[in-house]
Nanobody
Framework: QVLLVESGGGLVQAGGSLRLSCVVSGSTIRFNAFDWSRQGPGKQRELVARIDNSGNTNYADSVKGRFTISRDNGKNTVYLQMNNLKPEDTAVYYC?????????WGQGTQVTVSS
């Protein structure tokens, strides 16, 4: 059974930083791409960042230059470093991957940025 567990969310002031972690169990991550998405209050879920199995990354325009996605295959963990946070970054953040034609999501971690 593949499980994704996010952590690292919390309450932070605007301009602050957080690092989210997505720990994967039940499968090695080395062959898989991962996404971080978020869903703010009253908003649709949006893709924030993506990393493929070679370490290539893509970002939403709204977070470029502030967020960094990375992976540690040895720890079976994907990270999202978030710097210079803004109130509009407030959302539940989710980790996602596809393994063997199945899509797996974590339970989400809440990030709240106060102004």
């Amino acid at each position: 059974q593949v499980l994704l567990v996010e952590s690292g969310g919390g309450l932070v002031q605007a301009g602050g930083s957080l690092r989210l972690s997505c720990v994967v169990s039940g499968s090695t991550i080395r062959f898989n791409a991962f996404d971080w998405s978020r869903q703010g209050p009253g908003k649709q879920r949006e893709l924030v960042a993506r990393i493929d199995n070679s370490g290539n990354t893509n970002y939403a325009d709204s977070v470029k230059g502030r967020f960094t996605i990375s992976r540690d295959n040895g720890k079976n963990t994907v990270y999202l470093q978030m710097n210079n946070l803004k109130p509009e970054d407030t959302a539940v953040y989710y980790c996602r991957t596809d393994i063997d034609a199945n899509t797996y999501w974590g339970q989400g971690t809440q990030v709240t940025v106060s102004s």
